[in-house]
């Protein structure tokens, strides 16, 4: 499993944007779906956004329109680029890697991934 440091998060007025930053070790980095998955308190997990080891990208459907994920694969990085944030969006950000590699690594549900990071805060206000 690879090791993950998010970065980013921060407290935002609604409609604000912000980019979260996913730091991963590793040189088979490339070769792994990586995802973003969120948690507020006294809610269930919920899976933000996936990119396969291809760049393609899955959404989830509270989000789609307003956040985008992309990697870097050469930096061992992952983006998340929130924008029109909504209070909604409050939450801890995870950063995710898929349980699997190349076309067995699925990024569409939060139980296709297995190495989290620490998590960082995104608070937005009303």
């Known amino acids: 499993q690879v090791q993950l440091v998010e970065s980013g998060g921060g407290l935002v007025q609604a409609g604000g944007s912000l980019r979260l930053s996913c730091a991963a070790s590793?040189?088979?980095?490339?070769?792994?779906?990586m995802g973003w998955l969120r948690q507020a308190p006294g809610k269930e997990r919920e899976f933000v956004a996936g990119?396969?080891?291809?760049?393609?990208?899955y959404y989830g459907g509270s989000v789609k329109g307003r956040f985008t994920i992309s990697r870097d694969n050469a930096k061992n990085m992952v983006y998340l680029q929130m924008n029109s944030l909504k209070p909604e969006d409050t939450a801890v950000y995870y950063c995710?890697?898929?349980?699997?590699?190349?076309?067995?690594?699925?990024?569409?549900?939060?139980?296709?991934?297995?190495?989290w990071g620490q998590g960082t805060q995104v608070t937005v206000s009303s």
């Open positions: 590793g040189r088979t980095f490339s070769s792994y779906a």
């Open positions: 990119i396969s080891w291809t760049s393609n990208t």
């Open positions: 995710a890697a898929a349980r699997g590699t190349y076309y067995n690594g699925r990024y569409y549900e939060v139980a296709d991934f297995g190495s």
